[in-house]
């Protein structure tokens, strides 16, 4: 199963993406590491 979640910067995406990887036990990957290589914000 593949859900793809979009919208507009701090719109909740990744709130929204790790609650359903919670709820329906599917992995989540953040596209962020696959542009810039890493998942964590950076200031």
């Known amino acids: 199963m593949k ?3 979009i ?3 701090a719109s909740g995406k990744t709130t929204l993406a790790k609650e359903l990887q919670k709820e329906l036990g ?3 990957h953040e596209l ?3 542009v810039h290589g890493t998942s ?3 200031c």
């Open 26 to 28: 599917i992995p989540y």
């Open 3 to 5: 859900i793809w979640i």
């Open 32 to 34: 962020d590491v696959f």
């Open 40 to 42: 964590e914000k950076k």
């Open 7 to 9: 919208g507009s910067v």
